[in-house]
């Protein structure tokens, strides 16, 4: 009787970490899935604050006393309609940053597709009010410290309707492979000011103060910032669908190290903007 007993503990028994843990594939999963982490605690410190910083004082109906030192151009007393403009600029943001990260999770699109569904309309109006408002607040109210600074982000605004368009259009057609690939392309472009605050205080870290930045935001490493913040996780992104449709452990062995060296720079960049910018401001 024990003698069976010891038998049925043995085969029964499962081990701490299943055979295939460290299989590339496996390692390419649990990448991905650091990364959302990440990313999900970065957003949604960052919408915490903005919503102190901008969304609070607007709902007390007292924009003006909203500070908006910190930006290039922030509230000009009498100047209705540009304030108008970059509060529509603003505020979506909040709302961004909560709900477009939970568009990228399995989970919720498998177990839940209306609230994956409703949440990504949501997500993909206010990102095209947000960059349509940015556009003009960068370029019709002159809301820029330079020209050459401010190529980088108008780029980031141009794509972002052009992926948003095909996002929208294959989810219509029902070609789900497609729809995720572009919905997962405007994800980045929509958080492109997110990703440049991460990337910029890395490189302000990894340098021990800024190398290459100017006043102006238009120094070799603003401008390289400015287009890497999403051309790099665009990058990524790419070679992750490259690497799933791949057999070869070599191949996804090489995928691995970029979305490594993608995840690595997104916890220097979430934890030193939480807590060099975001946090002093969520809790002043």
């Given at each position: 009787?024990?003698?069976?007993?010891?038998?049925?503990?043995?085969?029964?028994?499962?081990?701490?970490?299943?055979?295939?843990?460290?299989q590339p594939h496996s390692i390419l999963k649990l990448l991905i899935r650091s990364w959302v982490a990440v990313a999900l605690i970065g957003q949604w410190v960052f919408a915490l604050y903005i919503f102190i910083q901008f969304g609070a004082p607007t709902l007390d109906g007292?924009?003006?006393?909203?500070?908006?030192?910190?930006?290039?151009?922030?509230?000009?007393?009498?100047?209705?309609?540009?304030?108008?403009?970059?509060?529509?600029?603003?505020?979506?943001?909040?709302?961004?940053?909560?709900?477009?990260?939970?568009?990228?999770?399995?989970?919720?699109?498998?177990?839940?597709?209306?609230?994956?569904?409703?949440?990504?309309?949501?997500f993909l109006t206010l990102g095209l009010l947000g960059t349509l408002s940015g556009l003009y607040l960068l370029w019709g109210l002159d809301a820029r410290l330079s020209d050459k600074g401010s190529i980088g982000l108008t780029l980031n605004g141009l794509l972002i309707l052009?992926?948003?368009?095909?996002?929208?259009?294959?989810?219509?057609?029902?070609?789900?492979?497609?729809?995720?690939?572009?919905?997962?392309?405007?994800?980045?472009?929509?958080?492109?000011?997110?990703?440049?605050?991460?990337?910029?205080?890395?490189?302000?870290?990894?340098?021990?103060?800024?190398?290459?930045?100017?006043?102006?935001?238009?120094?070799?490493?603003?401008?390289?910032?400015?287009?890497?913040?999403?051309?790099?996780?665009?990058?990524?992104?790419?070679?992750?669908?490259?690497?799933?449709?791949?057999?070869?452990?070599?191949?996804?062995?090489?995928?691995?190290?970029?979305?490594?060296?993608?995840?690595?720079?997104?916890?220097?960049?979430?934890?030193?903007?939480?807590?060099?910018?975001?946090?002093?401001?969520?809790?002043?």
């Amino acid at each position: 009787m024990n003698h069976k007993n010891d038998q049925f503990i043995t085969t029964t028994k499962k081990p701490f970490f299943r055979r295939d843990f460290f299989q590339p594939h496996s390692i390419l999963k649990l990448l991905i899935r650091s990364w959302v982490a990440v990313a999900l605690i970065g957003q949604w410190v960052f919408a915490l604050y903005i919503f102190i910083q901008f969304g609070a004082p607007t709902l007390d109906g007292s924009f003006s006393s909203a500070d908006t030192s910190g930006l290039i151009k922030g509230y000009v007393n009498g100047d209705n309609f540009g304030n108008s403009v970059l509060l529509l600029h603003l505020l979506p943001a909040s709302l961004l940053s909560l709900g477009g990260i939970l568009q990228i999770l399995p989970y919720i699109r498998k177990k839940y597709p209306a609230i994956h569904r409703w949440n990504g309309r949501m997500f993909l109006t206010l990102g095209l009010l947000g960059t349509l408002s940015g556009l003009y607040l960068l370029w019709g109210l002159d809301a820029r410290l330079s020209d050459k600074g401010s190529i980088g982000l108008t780029l980031n605004g141009l794509l972002i309707l052009l992926t948003v368009s095909l996002t929208w259009k294959f989810a219509i057609n029902r070609q789900y492979q497609k729809h995720i690939r572009w919905a997962t392309h405007a994800f980045i472009l929509i958080n492109g000011v997110w990703t440049v605050r991460l990337y910029m205080m890395s490189w302000y870290i990894l340098n021990q103060g800024p190398n290459g930045n100017t006043t102006k935001i238009d120094g070799p490493a603003d401008i390289t910032i400015s287009f890497a913040s999403y051309l790099l996780p665009m990058l990524i992104a790419e070679i992750y669908f490259w690497a799933m449709r791949q057999k070869s452990t070599y191949r996804i062995s090489i995928a691995n190290l970029f979305i490594l060296f993608g995840l690595l720079l997104t916890i220097i960049g979430v934890v030193s903007a939480t807590l060099l910018m975001w946090w002093p401001r969520i809790v002043a």
